[in-house]
Each structure stands twice: as structure tokens, then as C-alpha cells.
T-cell receptor
Framework: KNQVEQSPQSLIILEGKNCTLQCNYTVSPFSNLRWYKQDTGRGPVSLTIMTFSENTKSNGRYTATLDADTKQSSLHITASQLSDSASYICVVSSGGGADGLTFGKGTHLIIQP | GAVVSQHPSRVICKSGTSVKIECRSLDFQATTMFWYRQFPKQSLMLMATSNEGSKATYEQGVEKDKFLINHASLTLSTLTVTSAHPEDSSFYIC?????????????FGPGTRLTVL
């Protein structure tokens, strides 16, 4: 069964600090991995997408890494801001549409001033 | 670009009534739209795949007679929750697959919070 596990479940850090969120997956076949940011009461917004051959992708202060051999990904947030408070969801695609997507439960990140 | 809207953003209704939620792709055409349900602190769960001009495909365990989906145009899909009950209270999110992109490219709407009293 395809699964995506994210850790930690929740995280509280001070504004300005860095943090790293983890995503481990057992999805086969593998097409791509995406990180989404979901603000409370809003839909997910894509941050990064990585295919098998990519091992790092940046989007501003967000940097995602992918190790396809160990089936692990991380999302690193640099110099956190209050607006980074949200849930971060890891989604792995097997290709072929929405039924080929496996969603993680997300990491709930809180940035404190 | 690639904006998806949902209407209403939140709705409160009495048990037994029906509620319609609209999902629109504002600046692109989508042959396929998807409907998800998300409970608090849970991941998005795919309910159904909506294809323009044809019947929706429902995931296992989702009642097609309770969650009616209509995809009448390349920019609009609707989800109607019929005879809603308190257990249907949830956050409903749609996404759309642009007609000119790969099948796993989705843009999500902002979601609709449904509360059934």
C-alpha cells in the first residue's frame, strides 16, 4: 500500500529560525513529489515539485530535497516568518491523475514572534 | 495564472437540506476536476474525479447518490451534498487539471467549509 509519512506532526519555532520538515514515502511507481503549503481554512498551494532525477529545488526561502534511493524528502525553511505558519503537505505521485496521488497528513508549523 | 475558485467559502445548513458547491477554473480550461474532503488535522481524501461531459468517477466508500457531481463545462464543476447530515460537516476542496498539462498537475481551490447543524 502506498504511504506517505510526515514528521514531525507539529512544530513550534521562533520567528527568524530555520526548520526542516521530513517526508518518507513508500510509493511505487514514483513520478514526482510535491510540497504544498496549506494555510488554515484554505486550499493547498504548491511550493515545489521534484522528479526522480532532481535532488534539490528551491522556491525563495523554501528548499526541498529528494533522495529517491531512500525515498525521503525534506523541506527546509530559512529565516522563518510569521506568515510561514501553516500546514505543509507532502504529496507523492505515481502518475495518471488524482487517484495516483498519495497525500501525507502534513506538518503543522507555528511560528511564534 | 492557474486560479481556481470555490463558492461559497463557507456554508451552514440544517440537517436534511442539500448544499451545492461550485468549483471554477478562472483562467484555464480543465477537462478534469477533482473533489476532496478534509477533516481536521487529516490529509485530503479524494472523493471523486469529475470529467467534463461525462459521469464522475467515485472513490470507494463515497456514495454517488449523496454527493452529486456535475461537470457541465471546461471551467465549472459542482458538488451537491444531498440530504446533508452533521457527519457531512467537513472542508471540501476542489482541484483542476489544466487541459494542456500532465494528468497529475492540479491547482487547488480555496476550499468550502460545510457545517451541518
Amino acid at each position: 500500500k502506498n504511504q506517505v509519512e510526515q514528521s514531525p506532526q507539529s512544530l513550534i519555532i521562533l520567528e527568524g529560525k530555520n526548520c526542516t520538515l521530513q517526508c518518507n514515502y513508500t510509493v511505487s511507481p514514483f513520478s514526482n513529489l510535491r510540497w504544498y503549503k496549506q494555510d488554515t481554512g484554505r486550499g493547498p498551494v504548491s511550493l515545489t515539485i521534484m522528479t526522480f532525477s532532481e535532488n534539490t529545488k528551491s522556491n525563495g526561502r523554501y528548499t526541498a530535497t529528494l533522495d529517491a534511493d531512500t525515498k525521503q524528502s525534506s523541506l527546509h525553511i530559512t529565516a522563518s516568518q510569521l506568515s510561514d505558519s501553516a500546514s505543509y503537505i507532502c504529496v507523492v505521485s505515481s502518475g495518471g491523475g488524482a487517484d495516483g496521488l498519495t497525500f501525507g497528513k502534513g506538518t503543522h508549523l507555528i511560528i511564534q514572534p | 495564472g492557474a486560479v481556481v475558485s470555490q463558492h461559497p467559502s463557507r456554508v451552514i445548513c440544517k440537517s436534511g437540506t442539500s448544499v451545492k458547491i461550485e468549483c471554477r477554473s478562472l483562467d484555464f480550461q480543465a477537462t478534469t476536476m477533482f473533489w476532496y474532503r478534509q477533516f481536521p488535522k487529516q490529509s485530503l481524501m479524494l472523493m471523486a474525479t469529475s470529467n467534463e461531459g461525462s459521469k464522475a468517477t467515485y472513490e470507494q466508500g463515497v456514495e454517488k447518490d449523496k454527493f452529486l457531481i456535475n461537470h457541465a463545462s471546461l471551467t465549472l464543476s459542482t458538488l451537491t451534498v444531498t440530504s446533508a447530515h452533521p457527519e457531512d460537516s467537513s472542508f471540501y476542496i476542489c482541484s483542476a487539471n489544466p487541459i494542456d498539462r500532465g494528468t497529475d498537475t492540479q491547482y487547488f481551490g480555496p476550499g468550502t467549509r460545510l457545517t451541518v447543524l
